[in-house]
Structure formats: structure tokens, C-alpha cells
T-cell receptor, first 115, second 113 residues
Framework: NAGVTQTPKFRVLKTGQSMTLLCAQDMNHEYMYWYRQDPGMGLRLIHYSVGEGTTAKGEVPDGYNVSRLKKQNFLLGLESAAPSQTSVYFC??????????????FGPGTRLTVL | SQKIEQNSEALNIQEGKTATLTCNYTNYSPAYLQWYRQDPGRGPVFLLLIRENEKEKRKERLKVTFDTTLKQSLFHITASQPADSATYLCALARNTGGFKTIFGAGTRLFVKA
């Protein structure tokens, strides 16, 4: 089992460029999440999904879009990158049974820099 | 607004001693509290979960307490080892009123040999 994988690991963008971060999990989990982590701050939820074809906004959704076309994949898109989106992005998944009651499995992260 | 506070200062302890990390929260009523470990350049790894109706949970050298009156959780690592050096994150969640999981910024632990 690879667990949760993320691509790419690193990326540098110019302001206004777009990109998609890919997340895949092989644990057959229903729930998937995208977080950003900034220095001195806790992980902040961007968007999440409770199942294939469904998505919902988290704490900091502005400037991001997501899609969950397949159960094992969760994509995070930046349509027009801004320097404020420079961060480390983590994808996570968890089995059903409550969105907070189960452990979350995290990917290795994507370090994004927007110039 | 909801807030989680973890000691932003690093905790330095000697090998073999017990490390105690604190997680305080305000304006929140969590149903669950989780602790994660994060190593530099890596994603968090789940350690323990404790429910609001539980006072204490243990797993090997780890112990978590949860006091909903004080709005505080304590995370203990007994017989600490240099390999325990990492950042430890506290996370609070509930299932009512929509999805709500809040992570603390974490406390860095250094265990000296």
C-alpha cells in the first residue's frame, strides 16, 4: 500500500499561472481533504470531500477549486496563483465513521512557491 | 472565534524523562481530540484519539488526557528517546454543525541523548 501520494513534490509558479495538485489514496477511504500549512499556523482546511462526486468548502477555500471524479483521487486547482498561496499543501484521507472521529492519513506534501 | 493553543516554544528534555505537551482551546466544544506527530518535510502521522467522554487514553509510551472543563489536553511521552524528537500537533473535531477539525500549530520536542 502506497497510502496517500501527492504530485508534484515541489513547484514554483509565477503570479497568475494555474496548476493542479494531484492526490491519490489506495485505502478505499471515503473522505479526502486538502490542507495548507504555513509557518507558525496550524493546518487549515481548504476543501474536503465525503465521497466520489461531492466536495465542500473548508476554512480557507478562496482561490482554490477541487474535484473528486474518482473515489481514489482528489484534485486541488489554483486558477490564478497569488503569492499568498505560497505554502505547503497536504492531502489527507480517512475512512467513514465521522469526519473527526477517525484518524486522518496524510500525504507527504507539496511545497508551492508563487513568485 | 475558535482557537487552539499549543506552546510555540520548543520543549527540550533529557532522554529517559517524561515529556508533557499541552493543548488548550477556547470557543469550541470538540467531540474528539487527536494528536499527530510531524517530522520535518513530512506529513503528520496520527498517534492517538480521545473522545469527549473519555478522560485518559494510553498507547505504549504515550498517554493523553482530555479535560473538557478546563478545555485542555495533555500529551505525555514516558521514557522519551531521541527518536521522539518531532513536532506534535493537537487537533479538535466535532461532527455537528458541519465539518469542523481545527489543528494547533504544534509544539517542537527535542529529546537529548
Amino acid at each position: 500500500n502506497a497510502g496517500v501520494t501527492q504530485t508534484p513534490k515541489f513547484r514554483v509558479l509565477k503570479t497568475g499561472q494555474s496548476m493542479t495538485l494531484l492526490c491519490a489514496q489506495d485505502m478505499n477511504h471515503e473522505y479526502m481533504y486538502w490542507y495548507r500549512q504555513d509557518p507558525g499556523m496550524g493546518l487549515r482546511l481548504i476543501h474536503y470531500s465525503v465521497g466520489e462526486g461531492t466536495t465542500a468548502k473548508g476554512e480557507v477555500p478562496d482561490g482554490y477549486n477541487v474535484s473528486r471524479l474518482k473515489k481514489q483521487n482528489f484534485l486541488l486547482g489554483l486558477e490564478s496563483a497569488a503569492p499568498s498561496q505560497t505554502s505547503v499543501y497536504f492531502c489527507a484521507s480517512s475512512p467513514p465513521g465521522g469526519l473527526g472521529g477517525n484518524e486522518q492519513f496524510f500525504g507527504p506534501g507539496t511545497r508551492l512557491t508563487v513568485l | 472565534s475558535q482557537k487552539i493553543e499549543q506552546n510555540s516554544e520548543a520543549l527540550n528534555i533529557q532522554e529517559g524523562k517524561t515529556a508533557t505537551l499541552t493543548c488548550n482551546y477556547t470557543n469550541y466544544s470538540p467531540a474528539y481530540l487527536q494528536w499527530y506527530r510531524q517530522d520535518p518535510g513530512r506529513g503528520p502521522v496520527f498517534l492517538l484519539l480521545i473522545r469527549e467522554n473519555e478522560k485518559e487514553k494510553r498507547k505504549e509510551r504515550l498517554k493523553v488526557t482530555f479535560d473538557t472543563t478546563l478545555k485542555q489536553s495533555l500529551f505525555h511521552i514516558t521514557a522519551s528517546q531521541p527518536a521522539d524528537s518531532a513536532t506534535y500537533l493537537c487537533a479538535l473535531a466535532r461532527n455537528t454543525g458541519g465539518f469542523k477539525t481545527i489543528f494547533g500549530a504544534g509544539t517542537r520536542l527535542f529529546v537529548k541523548a
